[in-house]
């Protein structure tokens, strides 16, 4: 089935500054792939995904990008806000689906005032 | 819609005791994930069923698990007998398809003692 790696496990950044998340997965027919956050006590939640036929989204602050070739997606933060402390997830849909949406290990991202 | 519902919210019981968790998906998603988050191991996908058929339980840990899904409006997932080592928050996911948004539940904090 598919696995995926998420790196760092703990990022530490200052307000305003940039937050980059790595993730790695092992099936080339992956084609689908989510980020959610998760806030303490709460429920993860979707904030982007993207598939494989794209090389990059965007959506304001946030944006994700995808390299194939690799099987590597990242996840861009900028201008961080206090409010962007959270764990994050990525996560992969293997080519037939049949393995269901696989999460990395989460990030803890600290956004230091 | 009210959202993906889990009941109860938490549960304490002894070990060796029989545990039942349950679900009710988004009216009209019809794929439905079971995780289980732990500290240590992240969002780990137990089960995942498409239009009420398992598709992948091989993230089951063991036989004491199992999950049914006897209809689009209803799923449990049942450890019997629970061990502390199965204390954990678990989580089920609904969405339309596995290659869409995947809208949690709350939540059931599982205490084994």
């Known amino acids: 089935g598919e696995n995926v790696e998420q790196h760092p496990s703990t990022l530490s950044v200052q307000e305003g500054d940039s937050a980059v998340i790595k993730c790695t997965y092992s099936d080339s027919a992956s084609n689908y792939f989510p980020w959610y956050k998760q806030e303490l006590g709460k429920r993860p939640q979707l904030i982007i995904d993207?598939?494989?036929?794209?090389g990059e989204k965007k959506d304001q602050r946030i944006a994700v990008t995808l390299n194939k070739t690799a099987k590597h997606f990242s996840l861009h933060i900028t201008e961080t806000q206090p409010e962007d402390s959270a764990v994050y997830f990525c996560a992969a849909v293997s080519g037939g689906g049949a393995d269901g949406l696989t999460f990395g290990k989460g990030t803890h991202l600290i956004i230091q005032p | 819609d009210a959202g993906v519902i889990q009941s109860p919210r938490h549960e304490v019981t002894e070990m060796g005791q029989e545990v039942t968790l349950r679900c009710k998906p988004i009216?009209?998603?019809?794929?439905l994930f079971w995780y289980r988050q732990t500290m240590m191991r992240g969002l780990e996908l137990l089960i995942y069923?498409?239009?009420?058929?398992?598709?992948?339980d091989s993230g089951m840990p063991e036989d004491r698990f199992s999950a049914k899904m006897p209809n689009a409006s209803f799923s449990t997932l049942k450890i019997q007998p629970s061990e502390p080592r199965d204390s954990a928050v678990y989580f089920c996911a609904s969405s339309y398809a596995v290659r869409a948004e995947a809208f949690f539940g709350q939540g059931t904090r599982l205490t084994v003692v």
């Open positions: 009216s009209g998603h019809n794929s």
């Open positions: 069923f498409n239009n009420n058929v398992p598709i992948d």
């Open positions: 993207i598939r494989s036929n794209v």
